[in-house]
């Protein structure tokens, strides 16, 4: 049975940093693609980041882009998602999620979602 939980969420002033993790098992980690996702509030879900199976290989949303990092520690089955100069807007439920079948996966295409770790941004 594949797990991933998620924890390093908090409430956070604006300006400020997170650091949400994942750790993964039940499946080998170094086989999968991982992504993070957040759903805020009346909004659907939607994508954050992509890392692949590597590492070598990262995808940002354009909101994200420049303030956050997705990154893996393949050896702790471990996915990590820094988030620096947090804005009110990024308040959400973030989730990260694995995709075992494709290098480059839709959301549709993750197999495997953690229930989520939320992060609250006040301004």
């Known amino acids: 049975q594949v797990q991933l939980v998620e924890s390093g969420g908090g409430l956070v002033q604006a300006g400020g940093s997170l650091r949400p993790s994942c750790v993964v098992s039940?499946?080998?980690?170094?086989?999968?693609?991982m992504g993070w996702f957040r759903q805020a509030p009346g909004k659907e879900r939607e994508f954050v980041a992509a890392i692949s199976r590597s590492g070598v290989i990262t995808k940002y949303a354009d909101s994200v882009k420049g303030r956050f990092t997705i990154s893996r520690d393949n050896a702790k089955n471990t996915v990590y998602l820094q988030m620096n100069s947090l804005k009110p807007e990024d308040t959400a439920v973030y989730y990260c999620?694995?995709?075992?079948?494709?290098?480059?996966?839709?959301?549709?295409?993750?197999?495997?979602w953690g229930q989520g770790t939320q992060v609250t941004v006040s301004s």
């Open positions: 999620a694995a995709a075992a079948r494709v290098d480059t996966p839709t959301q549709r295409e993750y197999d495997y």
């Open positions: 039940g499946r080998t980690f170094s086989m999968l693609v």
